[in-house]
């Protein structure tokens, strides 16, 4: 009574259904993962091991980029320190050599002074020298011009008087 | 009622329109599959996708209660074919119904218990091969006692109750479904003229719209609780 309602309206129990789905459902089966479920999923793995292949290697070239950013700011920090020091080195290199240069002139020019003074000195005291010795000799002639011309007696006798005088004194 | 034709083939009796139904959904599955898998690429088109799709989904179940890593592998397919199967069984029914003389020929296969019995079986007898070949035939009768002994026979009852639940939902939902998709077509809108005529379209569209929601729902449902009883057998309590 109870089957009858259930199983449809003919009253029989028709197992040979439950065959042929058995025996449809596993050629469905079959075809559908030989055509479809098979390449599908394999396609879905394989593009899965391509996502993690390709996150792997983005992580890594981030890595990469970034070890090389830093040498590059280091060798960009080291650079700009070297920049410094060679400025800084040829400041002090011109300073030097200008101090050295001032002091060179200044030193040749307190030798030049130095010498020009020497110079002027000996050439002072050669002239000097010079003009003293002419200066006698002119003074002599002078003066032998003058005794010889114009001595009168009388200045004659003053003067070997005051000669006299000065010998006294 | 109508009758359904049932002849005695090898002396087993066969429901032809049962026969016809299944046989044609599984040619339509296996078309729309190899349509929608014409061209498969690491790139993948837009028929890919929607395949992709779906077998996301159904393998979304199967991951969701089947624990077993071994077992997923192979419930895969199991669950991606049942699901498809008994979806476009259930549909059938719903726009395609052949009837001649007082014989029915097309209609959903699902609607009848003895199909969806087929199906509970054939996972129930899959349960019981995945929990033997994970814990053998020693194992496999242990997990029944466990994990207090007096639950033996609880658990050999559940079994059958598993079995009949899983099958007869299936069943009632969609015989339910066609029985009152026959009745608003052959009752009502025949019985005062045009009147009726005009007011039973609408009902037999929404009635129909509301079918394809049950028949999704429903093919989910056993599909889910197929890996639900398997997934329990090939995990240790």
């Known amino acids: ?169 | 009622m109508e009758k359904s034709f049932v002849f005695k083939f090898l002396g087993l009796n066969f429901d032809l329109s049962g026969i016809i139904g299944s046989t044609l959904m599984a040619a339509v599955i296996l078309f729309v599959c190899i349509w929608l898998s014409r061209k498969v690429e690491m790139k993948p088109n837009k028929k890919q996708n929607a395949l992709e799709y779906l077998l996301d989904f159904t393998n979304n179940i199967v991951k969701d209660n089947v624990e077993d890593e071994d077992a997923q592998k192979h419930l895969s397919l199991y669950a991606f074919v049942l699901f498809l199967f008994i979806w476009f069984m259930n549909m059938l029914g719903l726009f395609l119904e052949v009837k001649a003389g007082d014989y029915m020929f097309v209609k959903s296969p699902t609607a009848d218990p003895v199909t969806t019995m087929s199906f509970a079986m054939m996972t129930l007898l899959l349960s019981f091969t995945f929990g033997i070949q994970k814990f053998g035939v020693g194992g496999f009768w242990r997990n029944y006692a466990a994990p207090v002994g007096f639950l033996f026979p609880i658990n050999m009852i559940e079994e059958i109750t598993n079995f009949l639940t899983l099958s007869l939902r299936l069943y009632g939902n969609i015989y339910a479904g066609e029985v009152l998709l026959t009745l608003i077509g052959n009752s009502l809108a025949p019985s005062f003229g045009i009147s009726t005529l005009v007011l039973a379209a609408p009902l037999a569209m929404i009635w129909q719209g509301f079918s394809v929601f049950i028949g999704s729902i429903q093919a989910y449902v056993f599909v889910t609780l197929s890996m639900v009883y398997i997934g329990k057998k090939v995990t240790k309590e």
Not at chain 1, 19 to 28: M, P, S, T
Not at chain 1, 80 to 99: C, V
């Open chain 1, 1 to 169: 009574m109870t089957f009858q309602t259930l199983f449809a309206a003919s009253g029989h129990i028709y197992l040979g259904n439950t065959l042929w789905y058995l025996i449809v459902f596993a050629i469905l089966l079959v075809l559908v993962k030989h055509y479809a479920w098979g390449p599908v999923s394999d396609m879905m793995e394989k593009r899965r091991q391509k996502v993690i292949n390709d996150l792997d290697s983005a992580a890594s070239d981030r890595k990469k980029a970034e070890v090389l950013a830093n040498e590059r700011e280091a060798a960009l920090k080291n650079s700009r320190q070297e920049a410094t020091q060679i400025l800084s080195d040829a400041k002090a290199n011109a300073q030097k050599t200008s101090s050295k240069i001032v002091a060179d002139a200044n030193t040749d020019a307190a030798s030049i002074h130095d010498k020009a003074k020497a110079d002027a000195a000996q050439a002072k005291a050669d002239a000097l020298n010079e003009a003293r010795g002419q200066v006698a000799d002119i003074s002599v002639a002078i003066a032998e011009k003058v005794i010889s011309k114009n001595l009168s007696a009388a200045d004659q006798k003053d003067l070997v008087d005051q000669f006299i005088k000065g010998l006294n004194e």
